[in-house]
């Protein structure tokens, strides 16, 4: 049977990786993976996560399976997390909270959930360009995946006036995929103005929003961060929203996500729930334990919340000070175009303005290695690589524009 299957392609990030890992070069920079990175271009644990993870060490007694939906408390603090105080006795009214494998794992859990309730075959928005496994994920689920205006190439922002227009137009019942913050690829996020449109779009459609927070906190606050879903909840939206502490606690290997669901009733949210715990069944069967019980530690306890605003912070200052200087390296040797597009992005990626030609001459001649579309992951950038890539960058414009 198996002679029969034929390659699949490349993931085209993973893959990336892998290229990366291959090269001989000493000095080769991966400016591909999606990961945090400090200073010393190490992906670190945090002191609060590791005090959380040996709290629990010390005193776990069973390694029996969790319900369904997993822990009850760490749902709660993701909700808390999420919507901010004094909406506590709407969250028990309308929002209800499950454990996923990381926010791609709470992405298709609510792409499933929805296909198989409401029909599949519906339409599923999202912005181009995206974060590639949106395409995949919804495409697998039984969606018929389209395309949304979003980020003009010219001008490095959002095509506000288009992407807005094309919202008005998605039919009731179709759902919209959303970055809920540090959009991935581009860093063009839409302002507090656009997302108060884009509210109000949806309450009058009737469309589905489903909001992807892979990076709370990264870009100017939790709070900050957390605006667009607590805006969708206070407008009286029905939404999802796929949670991830991949990024913001350093838990990529531990798989910490989380599925919310926010219906208009109590009603119509135990019954979500309930079909939400049938499809995380067919899927996963149960949930992890480790990692959403140390994420939830660290957001209980008084002094590891402490402990991981501070180390949230200092991750976010990383960010900006490294577009900030990766802003004012290219603009000092590329007199003829403006840079400030990188300072003005928020989270991790960058869309460079890069073509195809110049990512893969920094490839093959420099060891420099980001996605064929330009999307470079700025924390990639240390002190001792940051002047050898913007020298490099500057060479691929004279020498592949």
């Given amino acids: 049977m198996f002679e029969s299957f034929s390659p699949a392609p490349p993931d085209p990030i993973l893959g990336l990786t892998e290229a990366f890992k291959a090269d001989p070069n000493p000095a080769k920079v991966n400016l591909g993976v999606g990961v945090y990175q400090d200073e010393n271009g190490r992906t670190p644990v945090l002191p609060s996560v590791k ?3 040996a709290a629990l060490l010390g005193s776990e007694t069973t390694k029996g399976y969790l319900p369904i939906a997993g822990d009850p408390d760490y749902a709660r603090r993701v909700e808390e997390l999420v919507f901010g105080a004094g ?23 609510g792409a499933d959930l929805v296909a198989d309730s409401a029909g599949r075959g ?52 179709d759902v919209v995929v959303l970055h809920a913050g540090c959009h991935n690829p581009t860093g063009v ?97 149960n949930p992890a334990a480790h990692g959403p019980l140390t994420a939830a530690m660290v957001l209980t306890d008084r002094m590891l919340r402490t402990m991981w605003d501070a180390e949230l912070a200092a991750m976010r200052s990383r960010l900006h000070a490294v577009r900030a200087a990766f802003a004012d390296g290219l603009a000092a040797r590329v007199k003829d175009r403006s840079f400030d597009f990188i300072r003005a992005q928020r989270g991790m990626f960058s869309f460079t303005g890069l073509t195809p ?9 420099k ?26 960058i500057a060479e691929s414009l004279r020498a592949a524009g």
Wanted: hydrophobic share 45%; glycine share 8%; with cysteine.
């Fill in 87 to 109: 909406r506590e006795s709407g969250l028990r009214a309308r929002a209800r909270t499950a454990y996923a494998p990381g926010g791609t794992g709470a992405l298709r859990v």
């Fill in 51 to 53: 005090a959380a993870e």
């Fill in 189 to 285: 996020d839409p302002d507090a103005a656009a997302w108060r449109e884009i509210v109000a779009i949806a309450a009058a459609r009737g469309w589905l929003p489903f909001l992807d927070s892979a990076y709370l906190g990264f870009g100017d606050g939790v709070e900050e961060d957390a605006a667009p879903l607590r805006a969708m909840f206070d407008a009286g939206v029905e939404f999802m929203a796929a949670i991830s502490f991949s990024k913001n606690m350093g838990l990529y290997r531990e798989r910490v996500g989380a599925l919310t669901v926010v219906a208009k009733d109590t009603k119509t949210a135990d019954t979500v729930f309930s079909r939400m715990k049938k499809t995380i069944r067919v899927l996963f069967s």
């Fill in 357 to 365: 030609a110049q990512v893969a001459f920094l490839r093959e001649t």
């Fill in 367 to 392: 060891s420099i290695y980001m996605t064929a579309d330009g999307r470079a992951n700025v924390v990639g950038l240390l002190p001792g690589n940051l002047d050898r890539v913007c020298d490099a």
């Fill in 122 to 173: 519906r339409g599923a928005w999202i912005s181009a360009p995206t974060w590639p496994n949106h395409r995949g994920l919804f495409s697998a689920a039984g969606f018929e995946v389209r395309d949304l205006p979003y980020f003009d190439p010219a001008t490095s922002a959002l095509r506000r006036d288009a992407f807005l227009d094309a919202l008005r137009q998605v039919p009731a019942g």
